[in-house]
């Protein structure tokens, strides 16, 4: 079964205040179905420096909030938190009561965290991937148990909580979760246990790079759909391929009549040859009509619906948008 297009447009910062609630606003009246931040934290510095990431300059929870505040039906989410770097049972509550204010549109994104050089920057323990991969799962409980019936009896490794319901409950039900990730391990349960899952680099090396980028080639992508395929056949809820949605976010979008010399100048910058850019599933460079219909190809081959665009490209992807969403 063929899932229709959605939209995301994700943002890192803002200039004012009011710029960040005129992009949540913006995004809704576009068609995009949500709205997203990501979830760093460290500003300028040779640390920041040594990872090649942008700069985020708003904490995603509170950005979340006013975006909440400034919009009234697009989805309001991060993409994706790292769960790390907050307390398990404090972050359950602060997801219950975006969800409150938000009356049911927050989408939960999860991930292990991955840059090496926030976490030493930040003074949180950088382990290894099993063990931070153990926590997010834990974590993962302690939300669903959070926001479910009952009182909260959790008693893991890294995750530990009981003697307490969770408050407030879900507005319409369990929200949606994204788990997102570049690995076996990450989409392996990412598959079995999420509503969405978010094609990711492998960003084993810490930092941004060709590493990253080279791990998410089009053959390589297929690899990363064989392993959510072996996560979702382990699933308890029943629910098979078609019911969950596969999410990818577009980094490097040029809407363009000039494919051939804009993917000539851009492809060494990643080590790679234009004609693996071309079909790199991150990245969607051409007129409106050759993106829509690479849209609809990817979709075919992987199962990719739903798109999540970068604040940067928001007006030139507008017909994107437009044509595909719903379809």
């Not at 509170?62 to 993409?79: H, L, Q």
């Not at 409150?100 to 323990?125: C, D």
């Not at 390589?220 to 596969?246: M, N, P």
């Amino acid at each position: 079964m063929t899932k229709p297009f959605r939209f995301g447009l994700q943002s890192y910062a803002a200039d004012t205040p009011d710029d960040w609630r005129n992009q949540a606003r913006r995004a809704e009246a576009m068609g995009f179905g949500t709205f997203s931040v990501a979830d760093h934290v460290i500003g300028p510095g040779p640390a920041l420096t040594a990872t090649n990431h942008p700069i985020q300059n708003v904490a995603a929870i509170p950005a979340m909030a006013v975006a909440i505040e400034a919009t009234s039906t697009i989805n309001i989410g991060a993409r994706v938190f790292c769960t790390d770097y907050r307390q398990p049972v404090m972050f359950a509550k602060e997801l219950a009561t975006l969800d409150f204010f938000s009356e049911g549109r927050l989408e939960i994104g999860l991930g292990a965290g991955w840059l090496q050089g926030e976490y030493e920057a930040m003074g949180v323990p950088w382990d290894r991937a099993g063990i931070r991969l153990d926590r997010m799962e834990e974590t993962l409980g302690l939300i669903r148990a959070h926001l479910g019936d009952g009182q909260i009896d959790v008693a893991g490794e890294h995750v530990n909580a009981a003697g307490f319901e969770g408050v407030p409950k879900p507005a319409k039900g369990m929200p949606p979760i994204m788990i997102g990730g570049g690995a076996q391990r990450v989409l392996g349960i990412a598959g079995r246990e999420a509503d969405i899952v978010s094609l990711n680099f492998n960003n084993s090396s810490g930092k941004i790079g060709p590493s990253g980028v080279g791990s998410s080639t089009a053959e390589l992508t297929a690899q990363k759909i064989e392993w959510v395929k072996a996560g979702v056949s382990e699933r308890s809820d029943g629910r098979g391929l078609d019911d969950i949605e596969i999410e990818i976010g577009a980094y490097f979008t040029v809407v363009t009549d000039q494919r051939e010399a804009t993917l000539a100048k851009m492809a060494p910058m990643f080590a790679l040859e234009p004609e693996q850019l071309a079909e790199h599933p991150h990245a969607l460079i051409g007129s409106v009509d050759a993106i829509c219909e690479q849209l609809q190809s990817r979709r075919d081959e992987y199962g990719i619906s739903y798109v999540t665009f970068g604040q940067s490209t928001a007006e030139a992807v507008a017909p994107i948008v437009e044509r595909l969403a719903g379809t």
